[in-house]
Nanobody, 127 residues
Framework: QVQLVESGGGLVEAGGSLRLSCAAS????????MGWFRQAPGKEREFVAAMSWGGGTIAYRDSVKGRFTISRDNAKNMVSLQMNSLKPEDTAVYYCAADARSYSSRGLSVQAEYDYWGQGTQVTVSS
């Protein structure tokens, strides 16, 4: 059974940093795209960042470019999201996602392209 478990969320003041991690089990995702999405209260879930299977393609939503960095450790079957210069509008539940297709770089920002999802971790940024 595939599981994605996020950790690292919490409460931080504006301008602060958090590092989210996502540990995968039940399947190796070294050959699969992985990404982060978020959902703020009363809003639709939206794309945040994603990395292709080989790391050659990385995508970010415009509002986090220059502040967030996605990375992966294939040896540990993990993907991380370093979030710096956090803003109150970054407050949301952050979800890790993985694509079941191997060696695909298509649709990194499209939720429907991901097959596995974590339960989410809350990030709250106070002003």
């Amino acid at each position: 059974q595939v599981q994605l478990v996020e950790s690292g969320g919490g409460l931080v003041e504006a301008g602060g940093s958090l590092r989210l991690s996502c540990a995968a089990s039940g399947r190796t995702f070294s050959s699969h795209a992985m990404g982060w999405f978020r959902q703020a209260p009363g809003k639709e879930r939206e794309f945040v960042a994603a990395m292709s299977w080989g790391g050659g393609t990385i995508a970010y939503r415009d509002s986090v470019k220059g502040r967030f960095t996605i990375s992966r450790d294939n040896a540990k079957n993990m993907v991380s999201l370093q979030m710096n210069s956090l803003k109150p509008e970054d407050t949301a539940v952050y979800y890790c996602a993985a694509d079941a297709r191997s060696y695909s770089s298509r649709g990194l920002s499209v939720q429907a392209e991901y097959d596995y999802w974590g339960q989410g971790t809350q990030v709250t940024v106070s002003s």
